[in-house]
């Protein structure tokens, strides 16, 4: 039984905005616009409310969440050939809340540059200036306690930067182990601890990072942050279990409108209406494969699966991009707490408690660290000449983009990543161990069957240049869309991982991580978690077979509806507008036209907030 409200009465209402998708932007969109009383709106999601599931509640439980069909839509890529052919699973929130209900929690920043690159791509008004004080609208963020304060030195975190009344609330673990509390300290022995706020827009260096949760511990989510404190408005519906089908449309005189959504709810099929607009929020998954299931997509491509074209648009879909991640487990000395512990006897009962009594214990923690460096602070001079003049070598060597879009997108990137202020990889951190065969099912990333416990030093990349697509492979929507990303497929990105996962051996033996690591009896260093099968040290070949063997999603595809001119690859305009059809948009992940460094959720708020102060005015202008 789908738990609703009132989706009996719904079909009969006509609404001001129905949002496809209670979501991370979804909902955080539904708030906003609901302040207006005279405002009504409608969410259809496919997913539950599950608001109370310690699954999704308690942070370090979050690998339950995975592959399981109450909580993970469960895509799948295509064999990637820069992965060995490899699978890798998609998880993405289906659940109300979206996949801010299921993510890793890390609240991360984008800098400047990434956002003024938008704006430089035929974005007016999205930029850094513009989105900075929606990030702080979002936020609430909760100021640790003295002890942690000083453990893991978060005296960098400027108040002004941050939210202090935003529905979102974001906290630091409280419970940090030795491992949690060295992260950030390493990176001050290596000169690269951070000058100032993550949020300062062009801060690089490693330290401990805030969550999305609250002050007991409780994650965070657009679901309890943008919906449960509203859910008595009278001008809110949100339909739980309502599978979106198609957006319907009225075509006068060749001009396109979008009139409602058809969806199903326990099979059966209903459709609402709008006299306003219809916003889409299905994430960078579904809103592609929504918009080519009503007919909006390249016409030859949809008329092959036998679905009538509304409107030609071959960018939908395209311009795929996303974060990707590798990982190396070290070796904890024997006492130092890592998340192993908990496969001891009666360990997870007394975490759980510790969790549900005092917001405390190792359930609160998950990843704690995170860093974020350029390729110039990852190596000795001798490495960096030779991988500087290996990329300028690869750069002028790989072919140049046909598409004077994307062409404008990689010359920013390269600009990017030549410039030694700006992060071209992110390290991640967590004190557990990683499965590298876990890529086809999340819930497996952090079980492995080696003995002891591990410190995790997990690279990404921060802008891949790398492009794939998601389509469509049927007119049915409960068929999967066909998800390629094809990772690695530009060579720099595989360079750039290489580098990050030899950074994790230095990182390792660096104090005063070094110190609560084992050394290697044959004195080669650290001891590197066997399923990994490093003998002596990581070598850049070694890395390599590492990173086509192991490596998985960042989890942050954004990109497939992107927010661009249309001729130079665009599917909606700078107002969030989809292109040739009236009274349709678009407001999540799928807009981004160029990927962000870092976890990418408090960006999808912060676009959110300012697109519905977008849709505000825009209706005020009516
Ligand atoms: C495993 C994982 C880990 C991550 N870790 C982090 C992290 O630590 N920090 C961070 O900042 N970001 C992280 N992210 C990324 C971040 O959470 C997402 O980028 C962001 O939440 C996406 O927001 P969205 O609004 O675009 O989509 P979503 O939040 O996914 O919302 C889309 C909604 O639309 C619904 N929907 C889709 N299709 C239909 C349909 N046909 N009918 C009805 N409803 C539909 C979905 O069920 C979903 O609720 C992670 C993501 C995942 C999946």
């Known amino acids: 039984m789908a738990s609703t409200t009132r989706y009996d009465e719904a079909d009969l209402e006509v609404f001001d905005y129905v949002i496809i998708g209670g979501g991370t932007a979804g909902l955080t969109l539904a708030a906003r616009l609901t302040e207006d009383s005279a405002v009504q709106v409608a969410v259809l999601e496919a997913g539950e409310k599950r608001f109370d599931d310690p699954h999704i509640n308690i942070p370090g439980l979050m690998n339950t969440l995975y592959s399981d069909e109450n909580y993970d839509w469960n895509f799948k890529t295509t064999p990637q050939p820069g992965l060995n052919g490899r699978t890798l699973a998609w998880p993405r929130g289906k659940v109300l809340g979206g996949s801010s209900a299921i993510n890793f929690m890390m609240v991360a920043h984008p800098s400047r540059v990434d956002l003024d690159n938008w704006e430089k791509l035929g974005n007016p008004g999205w930029n850094f200036d513009t989105l900075q004080p929606y990030y702080r609208k979002a936020e609430t963020m909760n100021f640790p306690s003295d002890a942690t304060a000083e453990a893991l030195g978060t005296a960098i975190m400027d108040l002004v930067l941050h939210g202090a009344s935003g529905p979102v609330q974001t906290s630091f673990t409280e419970s940090p182990g030795e491992l949690d509390k060295a992260w950030g300290r390493t990176f001050k022995t290596l000169g690269l601890g951070p000058g100032s706020d993550p949020r300062a827009g062009h801060t690089l260096g490693g330290y401990s990072l805030l969550k999305f949760m609250d002050k007991s511990a409780r994650r965070s989510h657009a679901g309890v942050a943008f919906y449960e404190p509203n859910a008595a408005r009278e001008n809110l519906t949100v ?12 075509t006068v005189q060749d001009v396109v409108t979008a009139t409602g959504v058809r969806y199903t709810i326990e099979g059966k099929e209903h459709v609402i209406r709008t006299r306003g607009e219809v916003i889409l929020a299905a994430g ?3 809103s592609p494969q929504i918009l080519e299931l009503s007919g909006i997509g390249d016409k030859k491509r949809l008329e092959n699966l036998g679905i009538v074209s509304v409107l030609d648009n071959s960018n939908v879909g395209e311009n795929l991009q996303d974060h990707t991640l590798a990982g190396i487990g070290y070796e904890a000395i024997d006492g130092v707490p890592t998340a192993e512990m908990i496969k001891q006897p009666g360990v997870l009962d007394w975490a759980i408690n510790e969790w549900a009594t005092k917001g405390l214990g190792p359930l609160s923690a998950g990843v704690t660290g995170t860093a974020f460096l350029s390729h110039d602070s990852l190596l000795s001079s001798e490495e960096k000449l030779s991988l500087e003049s290996r990329l300028e070598e690869i750069l002028s060597a790989t072919p140049q983009p046909t598409s004077p879009g994307l062409k404008k997108q990689l010359d920013l990137q390269k600009k990017t990543l030549l410039n030694n202020k700006e992060a071209d990889l992110q390290f991640n951190f967590g004190a557990t161990g990683i499965n590298p065969l876990a890529g086809n099912d999340i819930s497996q990333l952090f079980n492995h069957n080696d003995a002891g416990g591990y410190a995790g030093i997990v690279p990404a990349l921060t802008h891949a240049f790398s492009r794939g697509s998601i389509h469509i492979q049927s007119p049915d929507p409960s ?12 060579p720099i990105d595989v360079e750039l991982m ?3 996962l030899l950074f994790t051996q230095k990182l390792s033996e660096t104090a ?7 050394d290697n009896p044959l004195g080669t260093g650290k001891i590197i978690q066997p399923s990994f099968h490093v003998e002596g040290r990581l070598t850049r070949e070694k890395a ?3 990173v086509r063997s192991s490596m998985i999603t960042s989890f942050h595809p954004v990109g497939t509806c992107s927010m661009l001119p249309r001729e130079e690859g665009g599917v909606v305009d700078d107002r969030l507008r989809v292109y040739g059809v009236k009274r349709l948009r678009i407001v999540d992940a799928s807009v981004v036209p160029l990927i962000v460094r870092g976890n990418i959720a408090s960006t999808v708020y912060a676009s959110a907030e300012r697109a519905a102060d977008i849709i505000k005015e825009d209706r005020k202008a009516v």
Not at 239 to 250: C, H, M, N, P, S
Not at 479 to 490: A, F, M, N, Q, V
């Open 512 to 518: 005063p991580l070094s110190t609560l690591l084992k």
């Open 498 to 500: 290489i580098s990050g």
């Open 544 to 546: 390599e077979e590492i």
């Open 284 to 286: 960078t998954v579904q």
């Open 479 to 490: 068929i999967h869309p066909i998800i390629d990303p094809k990772y690695l497929s530009h």
């Open 239 to 250: 339909l739980t279990g309502a599978f979106v089908q198609k957006i319907e449309f009225d």
